[in-house]
């Protein structure tokens, strides 16, 4: 079990990934490498005299997919924020690519390949479905100048380059003409991660995106979370109440306490840590539930 300052990775996630498609140099080195993709080390987050988050320390390896769970106010979302340029962490370091992010504001994180869902959706309700996902496309074009020369997107997944294409793969293509506040809750989930998607991210960070799913959305959700990770070679961390569904997708979980990281294990491991039974599982979920979650 590992808890503070554990910066080295499970295993060699990189070595499993499939390779990268096409061939743009940034994003080819990335998910070769077997550096993490991104190091937190030591954050901490105040407010006021709340400490958020304390001195929490994590790595994230090219093409791994990671939970983090625990109770509600645990932190999860205010360390999502300080690793997304969201929120300035009180002290800490944070490397994206072995390059520090101090001090950035969030675009600079979404120019180094970073995307995220917010645990209230955050789309454009009076404009067509479609069109969020095109506002995700145009902010990739932005930063991507030099496909002005190639001609072509190189390096970015087919599935990727196009609103359509992307509509099709998270499952939408049948509401691309409705607004977006049209459409059910799970689908705006859906679309929020379309949206995060079509900026063309190599880390993705999803906070609670299957919240208020039904079970069998739930579990779809996580099949499309897995698929992501593993046909565009992204790298996932995955924020969740639904435990058992989660333990049985993610290699690796992140257990959050009152700030603290108290466990960063694979899955079986974590269910069986008496401390993390304690403060979160216990309540959560069965043995027998557990068990069967990390099968
Ligand atoms: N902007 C803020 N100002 C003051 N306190 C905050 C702020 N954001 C979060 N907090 C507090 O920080 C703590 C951690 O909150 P956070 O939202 O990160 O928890 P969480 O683990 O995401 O919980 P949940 O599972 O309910 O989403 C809570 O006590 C919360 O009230
Ligand atoms: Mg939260």
Redesign the pocket.
């Known amino acids: 079990m590992s808890t503070e300052a554990n910066m080295e990775p499970p295993r060699s996630a990189a070595a499993r990934v499939a390779a990268p498609q096409g061939g743009a140099a940034e994003l080819g080195a990335a998910r070769r490498s077997t550096q993490p993709l991104l190091v937190a080390q030591d954050i901490t987050v105040r407010?006021?005299g709340?400490t958020?988050?304390d001195q929490v320390s994590a790595s994230f390896m090219p093409g791994e997919l990671v939970g983090i769970i625990?109770?509600?106010?645990?932190?999860?979302?205010?360390?999502f924020n300080a690793i997304s340029g969201v929120t300035q962490p009180t002290s800490g370091r944070l490397a994206l690519h072995g390059r520090s992010l101090a001090g950035q504001a969030p675009h600079r994180f979404a120019a180094r390949g970073l995307a995220r869902t917010f645990?209230t959706p955050r789309t454009f309700g009076d404009m067509r479905v479609r069109d969020n996902i095109a506002f995700g496309l145009k902010f990739a074009g932005r930063r991507r100048r030099e496909y002005l020369f190639w001609g072509d997107e190189v390096g970015v997944p087919w599935v990727l380059r196009t609103a359509d294409s992307i509509l099709g793969l998270i499952g939408l293509g049948a509401q691309a003409e409705l607004p977006a506040a049209a459409i059910t809750p799970s689908q705006q989930r859906l679309l929020e991660i379309g949206m995060a998607l079509a900026t063309r991210p190599q880390l993705l960070l999803l906070d609670?995106v299957a919240a208020g799913l039904t079970e069998n959305e739930v579990e779809d959700m996580a099949r499309l979370i897995r698929r992501l990770r593993d046909e565009l070679d992204l790298t996932v961390v995955w924020?969740e109440?639904a435990v058992s569904t989660l333990l049985r997708h993610v290699e690796r979980v992140i257990v959050?306490h009152q700030?603290r990281k108290i466990a960063d294990d694979v899955p079986r491991a974590v269910i069986r840590n008496p401390e993390v039974i304690e403060a979160y599982l216990g309540d959560e979920m069965g043995d027998a539930e557990a068990e069967g979650a990390a099968a």
């Open positions: 407010f006021g709340l958020a988050v625990g109770p509600n106010g645990a932190g999860k979302t205010t360390f645990q609670e924020i109440h959050l700030g």
